[in-house]
């Protein structure tokens, strides 16, 4: 295999663009890398590993196979969750010789559920120089392809592994009118699914974007009441990286539109709930889930 030197990268006409943007030395690079489909990889970010002088990763054996597929061979230095500490006083050390270093993660931006905020906050409590090179993103691709009309989201990143504390969790992000955006472990998607069904309006909308960008990549969306039903009919979809979107709380129909409450009353003595609920969102312009919840405690009472 031939290895490509930073110097023949910059002369590659599609580096062009790229080529000419200032890179300063002394400094941190924060490298987004692909989160599945390698070429999702930015020429920016190509550029800069190819002029970086160490690479500081995740897990050397992963960061090692995507450098190989561009050609490139650097120099790399473990940065996980357990040595961030130690690795930052190492840095910082070659930072201060003026050297460029890189920090990736194993897929996506480091610091963001991933090792790295604490060299980022220890390079830059130093005094020294941080620059961001922003790339794929499994949560804005999951937001991006959900159809869930939202301009507010609310990222949770992973849920607590116990069960308990994962139920307090979800219960106080409950209230929120943002859509949340959880990441989850392919052991734990049943686990987590079923908190969410303990604790959220069935009628909430979800969505799975499961191994996003890669081969296997799956998006589904449906009600939060048949979202077990969906997870268990395949034993496929209990494998690979989930992003679950859940939709925000819908403001309370009950605090003050009693023309919509009359509305739904009058619908509600001759159509089911489902069919109420529709027809009042048309007529009222409220979100029809709001309006199914509501619905279904006045037809209890």
């Known amino acids: 295999m031939t290895v490509i030197q930073s110097s023949q990268i910059a002369q590659l006409p599609v580096m062009g663009e790229a080529a000419q943007q200032s890179y300063p030395t002394a400094t941190l690079y924060v490298v987004a890398t692909p989160i599945g489909n390698v070429t999702d990889i930015t020429l920016r970010a190509l550029h800069l590993l190819a002029l ?3 690479v500081a990763c995740e897990d050397t054996r992963k960061t090692g196979a995507l450098l190989t597929r561009f050609g490139l061979s650097k120099q790399m230095l473990a940065a996980h969750q357990h040595n961030e500490r130690e690795v930052a006083e190492k840095l910082i050390e070659r930072l201060r010789h003026g050297e460029r270093v890189a920090l990736v993660s194993d897929a996506g931006t480091p610091a963001v559920s991933d090792p790295g905020a604490r060299i980022v906050d220890a390079v830059r409590a130093a005094g020294l120089n941080v620059v961001p090179l922003p790339g794929a993103s499994a949560a804005v691709a999951a937001i991006s392809a959900s159809g869930l009309v939202n301009d507010r989201f609310h990222f949770v990143g992973f849920l607590p592994a116990k069960a308990k504390q994962r139920e307090t969790e979800l219960a106080a992000l409950k209230p929120l009118a943002a859509t949340l955006v959880i990441y989850e472990a392919p052991h734990r998607i049943v686990d987590c699914v079923e908190a969410l069904a303990a604790v959220f309006e069935p009628a909430r909308q979800v969505v799975f974007a499961r191994e996003l960008t890669k081969l296997f990549e799956e998006i589904h969306r449906c009600p939060l009441g048949e979202a077990l039903a969906w997870v268990k009919a395949d034993a496929n979809r209990e494998r690979g ?17 009693a023309e919509a409450l009359r509305i739904l009353d009058i619908l509600l003595a001759e159509c089911s709930v489902k069919q109420a609920a529709s027809l009042a969102a048309q007529i009222t312009g409220r979100k029809k889930n709001a309006l199914y919840e509501l619905a279904l405690q006045r037809k209890r009472a």
């Not at 990286?241 to 539109?257: R, S, W, Y």
């Open 52 to 54: 970086a002088d160490v």
């Open 241 to 257: 990286e989930f992003v679950v979107l859940v939709e925000g709380a819908a403001p309370d129909a009950d605090a003050g539109d």
